[in-house]
C-alpha cells in the first residue's frame, strides 16, 4: 500500500531524547568595583572638611541606525542613557562596588551590538562647599569590560 505525503504514518515524530539540547546563556556578572585612592593632600582637606566622594555610573550605549531613524536618541547626544547610579563614599575614599543590573529588552535593542557601556565619574560630594574640588580620572568602556577587574580611579584635590 503506497502512502502519500498527507498520511501522517509517514513521517515519524521525532523523539524528545533524540534533540539537541537548547543553547543556554553564558551566566554574565555586571557587577563591578571602583577603587578610589586620594592624594595625601586630598585625603587630608577632605577628613579636615568631612567632606564625602561620590562615585557615578552612567549606563548608556549609541544607538542603532534604526533608531536614529525613529528619532528615539536625542540628536543632540550621540548616546542613550539606559540608567544612573551613585554610591558615596567617605572622604577617605574605598571602593565602591556596583551591583548588576537588568536592562529593558527594548531599550538593549535600540543600543548597538546590545551591548551596554558605562561612563565612571568621581567627585566631591559638596557637603562642605558647593563646588567640586577633585580632580579624578575617569572610566568608560563597555560593562563586560568593567566586570572584569576593579576600576581604579586617582584623586587629588583641583588646586594640586
Not at 563591578?32 to 593632600?41: E, G, H, T
Not at 549606563?59 to 551613585?86: H, N, S
Request: overall charge negative.
Amino acid at each position: 500500500m503506497a502512502t502519500t505525503a498527507c498520511d501522517r504514518a509517514a513521517v515519524p515524530e521525532p523523539r524528545v531524547d533524540a534533540l539537541p539540547p537548547a543553547a543556554t546563556p553564558a551566566p554574565r556578572s555586571d557587577a563591578f568595583d571602583v577603587v578610589v585612592s586620594l592624594s595625601p593632600v586630598a585625603a587630608q582637606q577632605l577628613a579636615q572638611t568631612k567632606e564625602g566622594i561620590i562615585v557615578s555610573a552612567d549606563y548608556f550605549g549609541y544607538p542603532t541606525v534604526a533608531a536614529q531613524q525613529q528619532k528615539l536618541a536625542d540628536p543632540r547626544e550621540p548616546w542613550m542613557t539606559l540608567k544612573r547610579a551613585q554610591i558615596e563614599l567617605a572622604a577617605s575614599g574605598g571602593t565602591a562596588h556596583f551591583v548588576a543590573t537588568s536592562f529593558d529588552e527594548k531599550q538593549l535593542g535600540l543600543i548597538e551590538k546590545g551591548e551596554p557601556q558605562v561612563n565612571i565619574n568621581v567627585y566631591s560630594a559638596r557637603k562642605a562647599s558647593q563646588d567640586n574640588v577633585l580632580d579624578c580620572g575617569m572610566f568608560q568602556d563597555t560593562l563586560q569590560v568593567a566586570a572584569q577587574e576593579p576600576i581604579k580611579i586617582e584623586c587629588k584635590l583641583i588646586a594640586e
